[in-house]
């Protein structure tokens, strides 16, 4: 069998067909009969030429058998005929009746949430995460335990400003005049008003010079040696048991230890405690660094403190337990609401004591 080419359809027909079968156009040359397209295929007679070209795009014979036509530029499979999965504008299309596998219609890929993969180093070795080992608790720092001494005072008081003798002026022990905004009732709260003091006038030492430069009345002023006490009408001889010292520390806190027992070590001014803590203290004076090594404290002193007491006129010095010293209960409402007010204690009520 041979191939006729219709020049009117530009299609190829069997021969065997008088017109033909697109166009309906008869035979008009006998064309050349065509054995074979290709040379050893099939046995010498070859395969069938290819389907014809309009634009680059192989057209399809109806019932002619032949490759997978295009339109368009994708493949449309013919019904019945064996082939892939055509695709139609990218996508895969099934024909019914074809197997094939499962088509793909405007489908978006699933996109999974993959954790990221742990950190690895430079050759790929996965590193482990750095455990950091606990912070381990703060060390408390302990330092060497203060040493204690006697500390022995002496303070001069003029009748002038003291018109009471010591039989009546030692009632309630050695007493401010003047306590004032220094009534506290426990040590912490006298330790913070003195560095509120100390604050105010501009640090330790300034506070130091404004307490010497006159006599306070809420302050009782002291000194360590005899000749560096005032001498008044009165002079009375201190004994502290137990006293340590320590240095002023950062923000007017309770510094290091400092023994001062000797007055040739002093070297600043000095916190003076009968106790390791303010807390536990019974006392509370600031040290003056001065030749006369002055100490002034900030509460009343209790009568066992005083040793004895010097009278000016005479030059008589007498023991504490011999100067007969009246009890409350001897004193008048006058002596007690006039005369001594100012040194009269009520307990508890009155300012911090021993």
């Known amino acids: 069998m041979g191939w006729i080419h219709c020049s009117k359809c530009n299609r190829y027909y069997p021969d065997s ?34 389907p014809p ?17 295009a339109q368009r530029g994708a493949p449309i499979m013919s019904k019945g005929l064996p082939s892939g999965l055509p695709i139609q504008q990218g996508v895969p299309i099934k024909s019914k009746g074809q197997p ?10 699933i996109q999974w949430k993959v954790p990221p993969p742990p950190p690895t180093g430079q050759q790929g070795v996965l590193v482990k995460p750095k455990v950091w080992p606990p912070v381990p608790p703060p060390v408390k720092v302990i330092t060497a335990p203060s040493q204690n001494f006697d500390l022995t005072l002496y303070r001069g008081e003029f009748a002038s400003r003291w018109p009471y003798p010591p039989q009546k002026r030692l009632i309630w022990g050695m007493n401010l005049k003047n306590s004032g905004r220094w009534r506290c009732k426990t040590m912490e709260e006298l330790f913070a008003t003195l560095q509120n003091e100390i604050k105010d006038h501009g640090g330790v030492s300034a506070y130091g010079q404004f307490l010497r430069a006159e006599g306070r009345a809420f302050a009782l002023a002291t000194a360590r040696t005899d000749d560096g006490a005032y001498e008044g009408d009165y002079k009375y001889t201190l004994l502290i048991t ?40 019974t006392i509370l004076a600031f040290g003056h660094k001065t030749g006369t090594a002055e100490v002034t404290f900030f509460h ?29 209960d001897k004193l008048t409402m006058e002596e007690r609401g006039r005369e001594l007010r100012e040194l009269v204690r009520f307990g508890k009520e009155g300012p911090l004591r021993i």
């Open 53 to 69: 070209t309009q634009h680059g795009v192989p057209i399809m014979s109806k019932g002619q058998p032949s490759g997978l036509p």
């Open 300 to 328: 009343d002193l209790p009568l066992k403190c005083v040793v004895s007491c010097k009278f000016q006129r005479g030059n008589k010095v007498i023991p504490i337990g011999q100067l007969g010293i009246m009890t409350p």
């Open 242 to 281: 137990g006293v340590r010292t320590f240095y002023w520390g950062p923000n007017l806190s309770k510094g290091k230890p400092a023994l001062f027992k000797e007055l040739g070590n002093i070297d600043d001014d000095y916190i003076v405690l009968n106790a390791e803590e303010i807390h536990d203290s």
């Open 17 to 50: 067909s008088a017109a033909c079968p697109t166009c309906g156009s008869p035979q008009r040359v006998p064309p050349p009969r065509i054995t074979s397209l290709h040379s050893g295929a099939y046995g010498g007679k070859g395969p069938p030429p290819p």
């Open 100 to 109: 094939s596998g499962l088509p793909v219609q405007q489908r978006v890929p």
